[in-house]
């Protein structure tokens, strides 16, 4: 069964203190890992696409990055504006385009 | 731009009454799909339109009906509203092949 599992479910960051969240997947044909970034009453919106195992994405404090079974986002020196419940999700092969999601990581980061 | 627009943004429904929800996209994406948001439960497909015309179910599909009205539009209808039906409702669409989904803001419904 294809699995997207995103830990942790919570993370509380100081300023500035860097971490990284988890995205790990059993999938079978993976067409596609996406990063999305959800604050509160909104729509997701779009982060970074990764396709291949060894490549990587960065925006500002982001950085993603994939491997054959799991994918990481790097945030570098959060800032507070940093805070939203970020995705992950995974487009599988002969799955008629629709995207498998986590369940997110809620990320709040302290002044 | 205005990308995804949905209506409305909440709703309070009876259990047993029925509503329409509204997408609409002015990106010219070929595909479209709703998704339901649960605490704990991520987003879950219910029916998408890979293209004008064709509409599929997805992951939790029971209890709803989509109509993709023309290129533009693709509406999820609740025929008789179930206290299990109270979510948050994303609509999405995407250009084709493997390429992001873009989303509307969002109808919080509740069904008492």
């Known amino acids: 069964e294809d699995q997207v599992t995103q830990s942790p479910e919570a993370l509380r960051l100081q300023e500035g203190e860097s971490s990284s969240l988890n995205c790990s997947y059993t999938?079978?044909?993976?067409?596609?890992l996406f990063w999305y970034r959800q604050d509160p009453g909104k729509g997701p919106e779009f982060l970074f696409t990764?396709?291949?195992a060894g490549e990587e994405k960065e925006k500002e404090r982001l950085k993603a990055t994939l491997t054959k079974k799991e994918s990481f986002l790097h945030i570098t020196a959060p800032k507070p504006e940093d805070s939203a419940t970020y995705l992950c999700?995974?487009?599988?092969?002969?799955?008629?385009?629709?995207?498998?999601f986590g369940s997110g990581t809620q990320l709040t980061v302290l002044p | 731009n205005a990308g995804v627009t949905q209506t409305p943004k909440f709703q309070v429904l009876k259990t047993g009454q029925s509503m329409t929800l509204q997408c609409a996209q002015d990106?010219?994406?070929?595909?479209m799909y709703w998704y339901r948001q649960d605490p704990g439960m991520g987003l879950r497909l219910i029916y998408y339109?890979?293209?004008?015309?064709?509409?599929d179910k997805g992951e939790v599909p029971n209890g709803y009906n989509v109509s993709r009205l023309n290129k533009r539009e693709f509406s999820l209808r609740l025929e008789s509203a179930a206290p299990s039906q109270t979510s948050v409702y994303f609509c999405?669409?995407?250009?084709?092949?493997?390429?992001?989904?873009?989303f509307g803001q969002g109808t919080r419904l509740t069904v008492v």
């Open positions: 999938v079978s044909g993976l067409r596609g």
């Open positions: 990764l396709y291949s």
């Open positions: 999700a995974v487009r599988i092969a002969g799955s008629a385009r629709q995207l498998t």
């Open positions: 999405a669409s995407t250009e084709g092949g493997v390429t992001e989904a873009f």
């Open positions: 339109s890979a293209s004008e015309g064709t509409t």
């Open positions: 990106m010219n994406h070929n595909s």
